[in-house]
């Protein structure tokens, strides 16, 4: 059925709208030039008339078979990978637009009477965006995959800031044209794409309960049920007495030391004969021995005999930690019995976030983090935590214990905290040495993209880039970019240019004569300055000679007129070079290592997800490390990452970081605590695959 003619324009004009404001939003952001938003513009167009002119489209499945989320065609490895990460930036796009987006399609549903139309297939959706990126690119042609991957990552930054209010808008273009939203349950089931990922399990303590109680026998299960008021066989054993002399018998272990270091032979024949297990093939054990219920006699399917298992399991997970240290383990493992005797009492223990008993364990792996694996005893954190410890033992009775020990707890990360952000504080002025490095990069990055904006020949724009940008740095540090020097070396660039351009009248002549001497002195001095060698120097004249003879012989320059291609890239690519690379900064007594890019880069748009106070593993070279961000730069968001126990501190730029944590081999630590992340690991081994 065809479209009524009001809706072909509304159609019409709902496309100018788009096309115009996407343009003015891509150009609002200062990263690409005017034929690159031309072309974007061009792409998304397209697809707004694909979409608009067939009648049904493929679903998502079939489509994303092909990669087709950005109508791409795949040929060779590079294509494929920014074909894979258009794809991810349409997906990403989807999440964040997605309730003004939903609108939106209810609209389009309307407007062309299409009751299948796939939400992925909104003509002004993410898709089309994707597809104008990359006629964007595939004008550009030359590119490196590197400056590509870079600007999406600018761009997307920028798409997700603006788009929202970009369809906000469109949706009241239609609303006041009289198109209603569709009703949703007459519309197709596609789904915009989305990455695969593990459900997040909310409470992974009552998961793994559940998991234990699913592996108890039915029968058992109702026998702890009927015991419950305690007229069952489970509420006679495990009575008020009867729990009385359980936890009699685990003080008696506590005594012993038993879950304070592994198990060796000879223990108390008492001991063993009241609970054999725990003795059993334990001579050769380096792991702290872990409580179980079978061991104490208790039903597994009994309150407490769960409650045994679930924190053994936990203990287990912690124990087997590979980043916690070996001494921080022990520590953990001596106040297994002081927990247990928590559990039993009271079951909130498991359900309340907030328990000083698990916060306990939480802030023992908090005062851990950055120590080594192998970190003794006598470190001052280690000894801090066994001596917190050996209190709670000795207060455990009291039903504050957990309390007091929490608050020495904090007190320790407190100091700890205090003496990294002393060691910080000394390295502030490296830091604002990088800041002010940033800042003279990004000023002659802006001055030479003014030069290049007068489309120089190619020999005066490979100069700019690697001779002249030395010079204006090296001015920049020494004199400011105030000052006569820096202003000259500027102005003379556009006057070279000028002394290009055919000279016909006789007074131009005579300029270009009183001029020439002044431009190349100023631009000896600076390639002097820059320490080029004195053969390109040469050169370099000697071209620049040619190009004027032939502007006083009125013809043309030998200079190309760029295509819409090269446009592209001299301003919407240029990225500089973004390989990491690590280097130092020695003041006195300290280092800062740096963690940059070997040209000057801009901090990501987005928040990062990390702040200052938080641990973070990071990659430095091939090693891993961890410190504690003890400042974030407001200038350039730079990184200031330390640890003072090792005298380390890294300035990390923010991209770096956070393109580690994208990838997966960065992470940040401590946010949630060892307790329930421990529970998480131990829900995975427990839950069948």
């Known amino acids: 059925m065809s479209l009524q003619a009001d809706n072909f324009e509304i159609l019409r004009d709902t496309r100018a709208l788009y096309l115009k404001h996407l343009g003015a939003l891509l150009q609002d952001s200062g990263l690409i030039s005017a034929p690159a938003i031309r072309a974007i513009q061009d792409g998304a167009g397209a697809w707004f008339d694909e979409v608009v002119s067939t009648r049904r489209r493929g679903s998502f499945a079939e489509e994303a078979d092909g990669l087709t989320s950005s109508r791409i065609t795949l040929v060779g490895e590079d294509d494929l990978e920014l074909g894979i990460r258009l794809d991810n930036l349409s997906a990403k796009l989807f999440e964040t637009t997605g309730g003004g987006l939903w609108k939106l399609h209810l609209r389009f549903v309307t407007l062309l009477r299409r009751a299948d139309l796939a939400k992925t297939d909104n003509p002004v959706g993410p898709k089309g965006i994707a597809q104008g990126l990359d006629t964007m690119f595939a004008a550009a042609g030359a590119g490196s ?46 789904s915009a794409p989305r990455r695969d990922a593990p459900p997040a399990v909310e409470n992974p303590l009552a998961s793994l309960q559940q998991a234990l109680r699913a592996q108890a026998p039915a029968a058992a299960v109702g026998m702890a049920a009927g015991g419950a008021g305690g ?76 409650a045994i298992d679930t924190l053994g399991m936990i203990f287990e997970a912690i124990f087997a930690d590979p980043e916690l240290p070996e001494v921080v383990k022990t520590t953990i493992a001596s106040l297994q019995i002081p927990l247990l005797k928590v559990a039993m009492k009271d079951e909130t223990l498991f359900s309340d976030t907030r328990h000083p008993a698990r916060l306990m364990i939480d802030h023992m792996g908090l005062a851990a983090l950055g120590l080594p694996v192998d970190t003794p005893t006598r470190h001052p954190v280690c000894a801090a935590l066994v001596a917190i410890a050996t209190h709670l033992r000795a207060e455990q009775n009291d039903p504050e214990a957990f309390q007091r020990g929490l608050g020495r707890l904090q007190n320790l990360i407190a100091q700890r905290n205090d003496k990294l952000n002393q060691y910080a504080q000394a390295l502030l002025p490296l830091l604002h040495q990088l800041d002010r490095r940033d800042k003279a990069a990004n000023q002659v990055r802006h001055a030479l993209d003014a030069l290049i904006a007068l489309d120089p020949p190619g020999i005066v724009r490979h100069f700019l880039e690697h001779t002249w940008r030395h010079t204006l740095l090296q001015l920049w540090f020494d004199q400011g970019p105030e000052s006569a020097a820096w202003q000259e070396h500027v102005a003379v660039i556009e006057q070279l240019l000028w002394s290009f351009k055919p000279k016909t009248d006789p007074e131009e002549r005579k300029t270009l004569s009183r001029r020439l001497p002044l431009i190349l002195k100023t631009l000896k001095a600076g390639m002097e300055r820059s320490g080029m060698a004195r053969d390109e120097q040469d050169r370099f004249l000697d071209e620049c000679f040619n190009l004027q003879t032939q502007a006083l012989r009125a013809a043309p320059t030998t200079a190309v007129t760029e295509t819409v291609a090269e446009e592209i890239l001299a301003t919407g690519l240029h990225t500089g070079d973004r390989t990491p690379c690590v280097g130092t900064l020695d003041s006195a007594d300290l280092t800062l290592t740096t963690l940059d890019f070997a040209d000057y880069q801009p901090p990501p748009a987005r928040t990062p997800p990390y702040a200052v106070g938080d641990w973070l593993r990071f990659q430095l070279d091939e090693r891993m490390l961890t410190a504690r961000i003890c400042h974030i730069s407001p200038e350039s968001q730079r990184v200031l990452l330390c640890d003072a126990d090792t005298s380390m501190a890294v300035a990390a730029h923010p991209a770096i970081l956070m393109h580690q944590i994208k990838l997966g081999t960065a992470q940040i630590l401590g946010r949630t605590g060892l307790f329930e992340m421990a529970a998480s690991r131990a829900l995975q081994g427990a839950t069948p695959a």
């Open 231 to 306: 007229s069952g066989a489970v509420g006679s054993l495990l009575s008020q007495a009867m729990l009385d002399q359980l936890l009699a018998r685990l003080g008696d272990l506590e005594r012993q030391g038993v879950f304070a270091r592994p198990a060796v032979s000879g223990a108390s024949p008492s001991n063993e004969t009241l609970i054999p297990e725990l003795f059993a093939g334990k001579t050769g054990s380096s792991r702290p021995t872990i409580m179980r219920s079978a061991e104490l006699g208790v039903p597994q399917f009994a309150r407490e005999g769960l």
């Open 145 to 190: 995959l590197e400056q590509k991957l870079a600007l999406l990552d600018r761009i997307e930054d920028c798409l997700q800031r603006g788009l929202p209010a970009l369809y906000a808008e469109i949706n009241d273009f239609l609303d006041r044209g009289g198109i209603e939203t569709a009703q949703p349950n007459i519309v197709g089931q596609e």
